[in-house]
């Protein structure tokens, strides 16, 4: 008997623009197609603060991110997997991404301790202790099923002396090592994170590490920590040069609008932030014409949208002086209604950059992105 | 030329319940029409909480409420009224009704004096002062541009001595007269408020009064503050026989799902209250077994739905595990996806109550209603 195996790679690159290294693509998990550049609304403890699994669908949302951390210490990832794994769990029919709990070893910095087995943390919930190795973090991730996994590494702030960034580097490589022989065959991605800083020497070394162990999709972790927008768009160009073109390639916890369409044009095909929900949370409003503070006496009377470019809910349905209002006035509905333009608008704005792609114009495309943010109101 | 003058009248009685006092009707408005008996979600100062109005749609909201002292205080009737009035203002495409101010004549009785004029508050915003009287009031309301506008009263507590709730009903009926000079023909409807108290004798001069002066509709105001609800029942089942057959009854800011069933069967029309939204954001949801408190560790590894009976986004989606997570956790959307279970509840109710009505079957539905309710889960 004839047999034919049909081999589908994890990362299947659709197009490179003829001007930029931005690429089109799809990166295929056991729970759907991600169609990339993509960015992954943050659903820290299982929930896109204010939105439900209807919002984001509505936002034309491919996949949300949960946080192993938060998820560990609440509701823990054996409650999670009785429900099924937590998209199942939180009634989100698609993928799902998990970070390892590196990133709380950076924005916990006063609550951990690190040591060659891992990592040692007090919990922000009521101080206990919890300890999270990379073999921990994959069991934990393991769990919570989600289509994409990330190592257990060290995110260092910025700036970091050399001399610790490079201990900090082998050592994430180290883990990334046991996170790959902890890992089961069961479907789930599991994706490397490259370290090393500002410094592009510890930056290619890790890479070259992280890249020679070999996982399914490759990370650039500790930007977006503090350091300079220029040196985060120079280390993330280098660093795409040692990355796969094979692979998906995912520059974590950023960013702003502008961020992303830098990044979008550095080669990178998925992003993460809590900027546009934590924002909107604040009354700030990214739009096609740049940021927009709802709370300001300007807006009082404004029968206008926020953005008129804008096909969201939000934008479709209430004026400024509403929204205004509503923000002024402590309603919870304006938490959420902020939250779902600011959603919609990364959304779109990644959508339009992937169209873009495909159609060879994406340095137009930017350029147009910056014209317009630039030129305000 | 011969011309055909249709009279449509207000509220249109469409069957009377062969075993109770349960009416199944309908109330025409400038915005359309509202099938009674029905529910009205509070949306104090312009939301109802939590809640947009998709998801008041997706409850088969008919109507909802406005408080005229909140609308006031921010962001102003003047605001409200350069947006088309309230129900353009926060996008909701039906009919509204907003009260007097009368209830926090009540509610902030340690902010307020009274006198023949109207009520003088201390603003709960800032403290300062603002005053209310039954002209001011219409003109508010006005400006708001409501469907249904109510008479500014004096809502006292109880207990309340007779003496002052002698007074105060002939205050209200005085006030109630001015209401309705004070009103313009604009088409929105106003409707006179009974007051008097727990004492028989006071509510029937109380209505006689009312019903003398002459409104689209009449509400029966000052229940459900305090009183035993045998009490509130009592007063309700005389009261209605004073009130014409051809009128909206309202019941105002009434009250639990048992509350609101026995209301029907004393032939009463419309209801409002926050409590379902109020008790949402507490974590206390009703349901076709009675009353469940998420966050009860029970809770915890449950699979089921909050309602099993029960249609709406939260039950088809979530689990009771999930909800529970999300309240515990302090997100957001544990407070809309409660809301939304709650408003739905009381409003398939109503609607429950009105097609039994229709087929004369209202004390069968009753007691269904009941048994279940104590049966219990």
């Given amino acids: 008997m004839l047999k034919w195996k049909i081999t589908v790679s994890i990362y299947e690159l659709q197009n490179i623009d003829n001007n930029t290294k931005a690429r089109a693509g799809a990166l295929h998990t056991i729970h759907g197609e991600i169609e990339t550049p993509v960015f992954m609304p943050v659903g820290t403890a299982g929930s896109v603060k204010t939105l439900s699994p209807q919002d984001l669908k509505e936002c034309k949302t491919q996949i949300i991110l949960g946080n ?32 390892s709990g590196g990133y709380q070893v950076f924005s916990l910095a006063d609550r951990r301790k690190i040591t060659e087995e891992g990592a040692t943390f007090r919990s922000h919930l009521d101080g206990s202790e919890l300890h999270i190795s990379p073999e921990k973090s994959i069991e934990i991730q393991t769990k919570l099923g989600s289509s994409v996994m990330m190592c257990f590494d060290e995110c260092v702030s910025s700036p970091c002396e050399y001399s610790y960034a490079e201990n900090s580097a082998e050592r994430t490589a180290r883990w990334a090592k046991r996170c ?49 927008n220029e040196t985060m768009y120079e280390v993330t160009d280098r660093v795409t040069e040692y990355m796969p073109a094979d692979c998906a390639r995912y520059l974590m916890g950023v960013g702003t609008p502008e961020d992303i369409i830098t990044g979008i044009g550095l080669g990178i095909d998925m992003f993460d932030c809590v900027m546009p929900t934590r924002n909107a949370r604040n009354g700030l409003l990214f739009t096609s014409k740049g940021k927009l503070r709802i ?83």
């Avoid at 409650?79 to 794994?85: I, P, R």
């Avoid at 304006?334 to 495909?358: E, T």
């Fill in 180 to 228: 790959k022989n902890a890992k089961k065959e069961n479907g789930q991605l599991l994706f490397g994170i490259i370290q090393g800083g500002v410094y592009h020497d510890l930056r290619k070394k890790s890479a070259e590490q992280i890249v020679d162990t070999g996982f399914d999709g490759y990370a650039i972790g500790g930007l977006s920590v503090g350091e300079p």
């Fill in 295 to 377: 709370k300001r006496a300007e807006y009082k009377l404004s029968d206008d949208s926020v953005d008129d470019e804008c096909g969201c809910y939000t934008c479709k349905n209430f004026s400024r002086g509403y929204l205004r209002h509503l923000y002024k006035s402590g309603e919870i509905l304006a938490l959420r209604l902020n939250s779902l333009h600011n959603i919609y608008y990364y959304l779109s704005l990644v959508n339009g950059a992937r169209n873009a792609i495909k159609l060879n114009s994406y340095s137009e495309y930017k350029k147009n992105f910056f014209n317009k943010i630039n030129g305000g109101f």
């Fill in 68 to 99: 192993t951390y938060h998820l560990h210490l609440r509701p823990g990832e054996n409650t999670v997997e009785l429900f099924g794994g937590l998209a199942k769990f939180i009634s989100w029919h698609g993928p799902t991404l998990t970070d």
